[in-house]
């Protein structure tokens, strides 16, 4: 077998364990490779800075576990900044969940992060939990028109709203100004635009996994979707923006590294096939 | 130092990590077993929000009046009918379920699906500006959406024969460059996806804040133990 076959039929164990190595590296020992901010994400940035006083936001965190090594660093980097200017704005901050693992992830955010303490928000006030609405698409258009029948005790603490001020005033859509869902597929993007966005007109925007970027491009380009935050190199340039480095900005040099080898295999890929095929020819 | 039990669950947190990612190195028991039990786990937390929800629904509304008691039998009747497709004889009643999920979904979807995936964006396709101030690379953008959507519209348009002839000949190659780049993107970012949860594990697995520093050495060991049973195992298999 000459060097060329050999190097089209690489033992796919080869390739795992240089992906292994290749992502391992950079973590054990940080290059500090420069991070380039990208405009998605400084319009994420923009987008939650120029959001209006008093506004009532909804953070639906759509994803489950497996979403979180990529959605979990920019959920903990909005929260922070949303919850930063929560007071000095009079945000009124809702989290509920489509998907049912979206309160368990939300927990663990809990876990790493005092809102009473890190921002002196008060739970109930200025912002609640609402939990995981069931129904996907259907439970999307029953919590637009009627809120409290859907969710009739907060999860957190599990008492009935009417003992919560923050949601006297938030019956229906009509209340709210503005959803920020981060998710990873169905219910998402579409369901949302359907149930939310066009009947009722609120505003939106959306922190997705990469794989959903190409899907969601022409919503953006249409205006329908405000800002885009895709993936978790984006989370990293927000983290920056934020001037709170977290795990997105430790995974950055981790991808770069990731990208490198891809790049790499596909140009061994490429050369070999195609020097292989010139052998055939000739 | 944390408590005994938080140290359980990171040291079957890193087992179950690499136990999925033993895959890598082939099929093996190793794999079936995190498998299954991410199978089982994952089901049993999905029944038991259900279950939470529908007491939470049933506490706080439905209990409230006789009618309301009444139409929460029948949801609760046509939920519990879902399970008849598990027998031949009733596998019929499964269908009314079936039925009226499918009706409420469509229903609900289309209602407004002809606006913001359809409407809104011819409209948005004809209001583009080829020329945007200042932003070239915008500006190369629009043009390049304004020529690449008809394009593959019409591909999809015509179809057999007319495609070969006049200027469809020529079309017909841009909309395929055209799909071929979108697919591009599209298996682009699935890699940088991969990568990216791949890249959280590997954080988990080395302790990386705020992840516990526990985990990195429950890695060692247990990334140890998990190779020297594959290698044994192989080697195993081999002599006899």
Redesign the interface.
């Known amino acids: 077998m000459s060097i060329l076959e050999k190097m089209q039929n690489i033992d796919?164990?080869y390739i795992?364990l240089a992906?292994w190595i290749f992502?391992?590296f950079p973590?054990?020992f940080p290059l500090g490779l420069p991070v380039p901010i990208g405009r998605e994400s400084v319009a994420w940035f923009d987008y939650i800075e120029a959001i209006p006083d008093d506004s009532v936001i909804i953070v639906s965190m759509d994803y489950g576990v497996?979403g979180?090594?990529?959605l979990?660093p920019m959920t903990v980097a909005t929260m922070h900044h949303l919850w930063t200017n929560c007071q000095a704005n009079n945000w009124k901050i809702i989290v509920l969940a489509f998907w049912?693992?979206g309160p368990?992830v939300f927990d663990t955010l809990l876990t790493?992060i005092d809102p009473a303490a890190d921002y002196n928000v008060v739970y109930g006030e200025d912002w609640v939990e609402l939990g995981?609405v069931?129904g996907a698409?259907?439970g999307m258009?029953a919590l637009a028109t009627d809120m409290w029948?859907q969710t009739?005790?907060d999860y957190l603490e599990d008492r009935?709203l009417t003992e919560y001020p923050i949601m006297a005033e938030i019956l229906t859509a009509d209340d709210i100004d503005l959803v920020i869902s981060i998710e990873t597929g169905t219910p998402g993007l579409?369901e949302w635009?359907?149930?939310w966005?066009?009947?009722f007109g609120v505003p939106f925007i959306v922190g997705c996994?990469?794989?959903?970027?190409?899907g969601m491009a022409?919503y953006l380009?249409?205006?329908?979707l405000t800002a885009l935050l895709?993936?978790?190199?984006a989370s990293g340039e927000y983290e920056l923006l934020l001037n709170r480095p977290?795990?997105a900005v430790?995974?950055l040099d981790?991808?770069s590294m990731?990208?490198l080898l891809?790049v790499l295999l596909v140009v061994i890929g490429n050369v070999s096939y195609f020097a292989s095929r010139g052998k055939e020819v000739s | 130092m944390i408590p005994m039990w938080e140290l359980i669950g990171v040291w079957t947190a890193v087992l179950m990590t690499l136990a999925i990612y033993s895959f890598?190195?082939?099929e093996n028991p190793w794999y079936r077993l995190a498998e299954h039990i991410f199978a089982g786990v994952s089901v049993g937390?999905?029944v038991a929000?259900?279950l939470d929800?529908l007491r939470?629904?049933w506490v706080?509304?439905w209990s409230l009046s006789g009618t309301l008691v009444l139409l929460y039998m029948i949801a609760i009747f046509f939920g519990i009918l879902w399970y008849a497709r598990f027998s031949k004889k009733y596998f019929f009643a499964y269908r009314w379920t079936l039925a009226i999920i499918v009706g409420?979904?469509i229903g609900?979807?289309l209602?407004?699906?002809i606006?913001?995936?359809f409407l809104?964006?011819i409209?948005?396709?004809a209001r583009?500006s080829l020329w945007v101030p200042g932003d070239l690379l915008q500006s190369f953008s629009n043009t390049m959406?304004a020529i690449m959507v008809p394009c593959v519209l019409l591909y999809f348009w015509f179809t057999g024969p007319a495609r070969d002839r006049g200027p469809m000949k020529y079309i017909e190659k841009f909309a395929r460059y055209t799909m071929m780049a979108?697919f591009g993107?599209?298996f682009g970012?699935?890699?940088?996806?991969r990568?990216?949860?791949?890249?959280?594990?590997?954080?988990f697995l080395?302790g990386?804040?705020?992840n516990p520093p526990e985990a990195r050495m429950a890695f060692y060991v247990i990334a140890a133990a998990i190779l020297i049973t594959l290698f044994a195992k192989d080697h195993l298999f081999k002599k006899t």
């Open positions: 796919r164990r795992y992906a992502v391992l973590l054990f497996s979180m090594p990529e979990y049912n693992q368990l790493q995981w069931p698409e259907t258009a029948s009739p005790r009935p579409p635009l359907r149930q966005n066009d009947p996994i990469g794989v959903s970027v190409p022409p380009s249409s205006g329908q895709p993936g978790l190199t977290g795990l430790a995974g981790a991808v990731s990208h891809v | 890598l190195y082939g937390y999905a929000f259900n929800y939470d629904q706080n509304k409420t979904g609900m979807a209602r407004t699906v606006f913001t995936q809104n964006q409209m948005a396709q583009l959406i979108g993107a599209a970012y699935t890699v940088l996806t990568y990216s949860l791949f890249i959280g594990r590997a954080q080395l990386i804040t705020p």
